[in-house]
């Protein structure tokens, strides 16, 4: 039994719904879906009705691009309970439900009858990723210098909240709280879209774009919540990295021209990351 992680499939695409499809079936192992699925609702029925017959059971976590909202469509928290909704409905676990306990093998080195949760969060992201010298008021004119304006801005709503920032930090002062509630002995997987680590993040191309990924409030929290892995996406840049003894794991798949590059032309599948049990130190 294995724990399997993809994010930024994107399925708008066709041809990452021609990749999605061709996943075979993974008997017991449990799969993490990792945000950036799609841009709509049918998006994310599509992905869950083609994955959820081939994995005993889906972990969902919502990325920026499942919360844009079209006109006439729900907007912040009420287009991401529409999805959670939808998961629900599916059976399929959400950052709005209990951390389950990973009943499989263990990661090497952990003792046996150690307590891991799996922890799907969604914490969105404060603008504090960016230089010390750019104030938070003028971080979009920073970005824009280099012609870099994230779609978020006009897509995704912070209703009803007064902006981003603030559903950010709401995120994050809830999901403080329900970490720290876990077992002192208890070791986790915490599961985000965004990067938890400024020094993870890897876009070179586009390096204004790093406002939009993610929050320094969460610097730590591989520590602090007794991580054994971090799972992120957002970036496109699928990577494994350690920090402080816990594996960082970038899981994207990205957009037909990214994956081309380092998949080829026509890959059979495209690449799950193992998670659990994974690697040792």
Same mark, same amino acid.
């Given at each position: 039994?294995?724990?399997?992680?993809?994010?930024?499939?994107?399925?708008?695409?066709?041809?990452?719904?021609?990749?999605?499809?061709?996943?075979?079936?993974?008997?017991?192992?449990?799969?993490?879906?990792?945000?950036? /699925?799609?841009?709509?609702?049918?998006?994310?029925?599509?992905?869950?009705?083609?994955?959820?017959?081939?994995?005993?059971?889906?972990?969902?976590?919502?990325?920026?691009?499942? /919360?844009?909202? +079209?006109?006439?469509?729900?907007?912040?928290?009420?287009?991401?309970?529409?999805?959670?909704?939808?998961?629900?409905?599916?059976?399929?676990?959400?950052?709005?439900?209990?951390?389950?306990?990973?009943?499989?093998?263990?990661?090497?080195?952990?003792?046996?009858?150690?307590?891991?949760? /799996?922890?799907?969060?969604?914490? /969105?992201?404060?603008?504090?990723?960016?230089?010390?010298?750019?104030?938070?008021?003028?971080?979009?004119?920073?970005?824009?210098?280099?012609?870099?304006?994230?779609?978020?801005?006009?897509?995704?709503?912070?209703?009803?909240?007064?902006? +981003?920032?603030?559903?950010?930090?709401?995120?994050?002062?809830?999901?403080?709280?329900?970490?720290?509630?876990?077992?002192?002995?208890?070791?986790?997987?915490?599961?985000?879209?965004?990067?938890? +680590?400024?020094?993870?993040?890897?876009?070179? +191309?586009?390096?204004?774009?790093?406002?939009?990924?993610?929050?320094?409030?969460?610097?730590?929290?591989?520590?602090?919540?007794?991580?054994?892995?971090?799972?992120?996406?957002?970036?496109?840049?699928?990577?494994?990295?350690?920090?402080?003894?816990?594996?960082?794991?970038?899981?994207?798949?990205?957009?037909?021209?990214?994956?081309?590059?380092?998949?080829?032309?026509?890959?059979?599948?495209?690449?799950?990351?193992?998670?659990?049990?994974?690697?040792?130190?």
């Amino acid at each position: 039994m294995r724990l399997w992680a993809i994010s930024d499939i994107h399925v708008g695409h066709p041809e990452n719904r021609d990749l999605i499809q061709a996943i075979p079936n993974h008997g017991p192992d449990w799969l993490i879906l990792g945000g950036d /699925l799609g841009e709509t609702l049918d998006h994310l029925d599509f992905v869950l009705d083609t994955l959820g017959p081939q994995f005993a059971k889906l972990l969902w976590i919502p990325g920026n691009h499942d /919360l844009w909202s +079209r006109p006439g469509d729900p907007q912040g928290e009420d287009k991401y309970h529409q999805l959670v909704e939808a998961c629900r409905l599916r059976g399929v676990l959400t950052p709005e439900d209990p951390y389950p306990l990973w009943p499989g093998p263990l990661p090497p080195g952990l003792e046996p009858g150690t307590s891991l949760y /799996l922890a799907p969060l969604f914490l /969105l992201y404060d603008y504090g990723f960016r230089p010390a010298e750019v104030s938070l008021e003028g971080v979009l004119d920073w970005t824009m210098e280099e012609h870099i304006l994230c779609a978020d801005e006009r897509l995704l709503h912070p209703h009803p909240h007064l902006s +981003r920032v603030d559903w950010c930090h709401a995120r994050v002062a809830e999901t403080e709280v329900r970490l720290s509630a876990l077992p002192a002995e208890a070791r986790t997987v915490l599961i985000n879209h965004w990067p938890m +680590r400024q020094d993870l993040l890897f876009i070179r +191309r586009v390096p204004r774009f790093s406002p939009w990924c993610g929050t320094p409030l969460t610097e730590d929290w591989h520590r602090r919540f007794r991580a054994v892995a971090v799972v992120t996406g957002h970036q496109h840049v699928p990577r494994t990295d350690w920090r402080d003894g816990t594996r960082f794991e970038e899981v994207s798949l990205g957009y037909p021209r990214e994956w081309r590059r380092w998949l080829g032309e026509s890959p059979p599948t495209p690449p799950l990351r193992e998670i659990l049990p994974g690697p040792a130190v």
